[in-house]
């Protein structure tokens, strides 16, 4: 046995953390406590505090009015259209045990293995618990493939979960340069970057109208069909340069609206949440529940028709009377629940 073999192995060095500039961090990446909330929860609890969502997190909007909605109850089976970060289904699941049953379906594929494991570390077998990757359009077939004649109640909360706005690669928002991508499941469909480079300025207009009753639309749409943006911030520069003139409010606001109706149809969301209204009914067992948290007027819309039209075939034994919004603390201590409206619908018996 040689000396050598005897030398201690040396300790791998310490790789530190790469530093951001200024005393705070200010870029999705860059905020590791708030990603790592179990370790850092005074830091977590400072952000929520002031009003604002910790980076990869989602607060959930209007639990307690859903939970009243829907009234669940020890061993019922429920669906969560829209598993998100898990926050509406870990609230069902607390209420649906002991044995209940919680279906959560999501289509994207980055945050859902996420969302699974976090709702397993929760306590949630799969006895009570299983997720599902694909749109809540589906939903008959699945049941089908599942063997299940219904549910008992089901969910679908239709806003852009947080941690797909804030983070700068998934393409949804000009909070911070990225990609005009804007796909829930990035691995299918085509981005907005390719969309907008192959509509014409009629069928732009449209859009615009029809997915976000922007008041511009016709401007914009000129400006902006048939052009190559590889990137938010290049189409939000391109919108305030269209409208040069405009206030920098009203500008703001068109911005968000050309992404939205954007975001929209790259999804085809009108035609999911469509396809889901038209099979609710049989979807629902007798006496079951339905709540649909919708985040602006074409959703909203299609959902009070929907239900209205239910109840006068006598499908929905009753409907909410009219819209649900969020409470003045709500949207004071999360100013993104400030646009939701909640509506209900029960089978008849």
């Not at 269209?242 to 409010?249: C, F, K, P, W």
Request: proline residues 8%.
């Amino acid at each position: 046995m040689t000396d050598d073999s005897l030398s201690p192995i040396a300790p791998t060095p310490h790789k530190r953390r790469p530093r951001y500039s200024g005393r705070n961090p200010r870029r999705f990446e860059e905020k590791y406590k708030e990603h790592n909330p179990e370790r850092y929860a005074e830091t977590v609890a400072k952000v929520l505090a002031s009003g604002k969502t910790p980076a990869g997190t989602h607060r959930p909007i209007m639990v307690v009015e859903i939970l009243a909605a829907l009234a669940p109850r020890p061993g019922e089976l429920a669906v969560d259209c829209t598993l998100g970060f898990g926050g509406h289904a870990r609230e069902l699941l607390a209420h649906l045990q002991p044995c209940g049953r919680l279906l959560g379906f999501d289509a994207d594929p980055i945050e859902l293995p996420k969302t699974e494991a976090r709702l397993r570390a929760a306590g949630f077998g799969p006895d009570a618990f299983t997720a599902q990757r694909g749109n809540f359009a589906g939903l008959p077939q699945a049941l089908a493939a599942a063997e299940l004649p219904g549910v008992d109640l089901l969910l679908a909360d239709l806003g852009v979960s947080s941690m797909q706005l804030d983070d700068p690669l998934r393409g949804f928002s000009t909070k911070h340069e990225g990609p005009l991508d804007m796909r829930m499941n990035p691995q299918r469909g085509q981005p907005a970057s390719a969309l907008l480079a192959r509509l014409r300025p009629d069928a732009l207009q449209r859009l615009l109208v029809e997915n976000a009753d922007e008041p511009r639309a016709e401007t914009l749409a000129v400006a902006l069909a048939g052009q190559t943006f590889a990137t938010t911030s290049a189409l939000a520069r391109a919108v305030r340069a269209a409208l040069e003139g405009v206030n920098r409010d009203d500008s703001e606001l068109s911005i968000r609206r050309v992404f939205q109706a954007l975001r929209i149809a790259v999804n085809d969301e009108f035609s999911a949440l469509e396809t889901l209204l038209r099979h609710l009914p049989s979807c629902l067992n007798p006496g079951g529940r339905a709540a649909i948290l919708t985040f602006h007027s074409g959703e909203d819309r299609r959902v009070k028709k929907a239900f209205e039209a239910g109840a006068r075939d006598g499908l929905y034994a009753e409907i909410s009377p009219e819209v649900i919004r969020p409470s003045h603390e709500e949207r004071r201590a999360n100013p993104r629940s400030a646009s939701a409206k909640l509506r209900w619908a029960r089978r008849a018996v």
